[in-house]
Nanobody
Framework: QVQLVESGGGLVQAGGSLRLSCAAS????????MGWFRQAPGKERESVAA????????YYADSVKGRFTISRDNAKNTVYLQMNSLKPEDTAVYYC????????????????WGRGTQVTVSS
């Protein structure tokens, strides 16, 4: 079992930055691929980024490429999402998720989910 807790959300103006953190507890975090997902009101959940267990490979949605960076520190059992050049359309609840096995951008493949952190970008 892995428990995930997100933090770092908040209100920011367009063009600003935020860094989200996802702290994991439980065994073998360094063997889990991790992902970030988001869901805006009235919209379906969408994938944002994913990272392999080693951190050696990352994946991004086209909408965030060049602006967001996913990373992890296995010694701290934490995965991060650095978000720069934020836009109002980035407003959503952001969730981190974990799975044993390969990293994927498919949310249905993830076994463990946090409760989310709200990100609001004002124009």
């Amino acid at each position: 079992q892995v428990q995930l807790v997100e933090s770092g959300g908040g209100l920011v103006q367009a063009g600003g930055s935020l860094r989200l953190s996802c702290a994991a507890s439980g065994r073998a975090f360094n063997r889990y691929a991790m992902g970030w997902f988001r869901q805006a009101p009235g919209k379906e959940r969408e994938s944002v980024a994913a990272i392999t267990w080693s951190g050696g490979t990352t994946y991004y949605a086209d909408s965030v490429k060049g602006r967001f960076t996913i990373s992890r520190d296995n010694a701290k059992n934490t995965v991060y999402l650095q978000m720069n050049s934020l836009k109002p359309e980035d407003t959503a609840v952001y969730y981190c998720a974990g799975r044993g096995g390969l990293a994927t951008m498919s949310g249905e493949s993830y076994d463990y989910w946090g409760r989310g952190t709200q990100v609001t970008v004002s124009s």
